[in-house]
């Protein structure tokens, strides 16, 4: 499952608006889990089509026990920092 954001960006005292969209899938877990993400647990996301957990610039591993929607957030950020636009998550 694919989820497309829009996250909008707004510097104080400018006019212009930066947009850009950090897509989201869901697809890899569910194949090896056969349900969408969801509970407690530590979570590993990727970025940008990267899955080699050793490469630690594109992954994002969750703190301790958080809700899917918890890391989901935390990856968004890592991702908006980054300069990142597709987090996979992880299986």
């Given at each position: 499952m694919?989820?497309?954001t829009t996250e909008t960006n707004t510097t104080k005292g400018e006019a212009m608006q930066t947009v850009r969209s950090i897509t989201?899938?869901?697809r890899a877990y569910e194949l090896?889990?056969?349900h969408k993400p969801?509970?407690?647990g530590s979570w590993a996301f990727f970025y940008d089509g990267n899955t080699?957990?050793?490469n630690a610039p594109y992954v994002f591993w969750s703190a301790?026990?958080?809700t899917y929607s918890e890391a989901l957030r935390d990856a968004r950020y890592m991702a908006r920092i980054g300069g990142h636009f597709h987090i996979e998550v992880g299986s």
């Open positions: 694919m989820i497309e989201i899938s869901t090896s889990h056969g969801k509970g407690r080699d957990v050793m301790g026990n958080m």
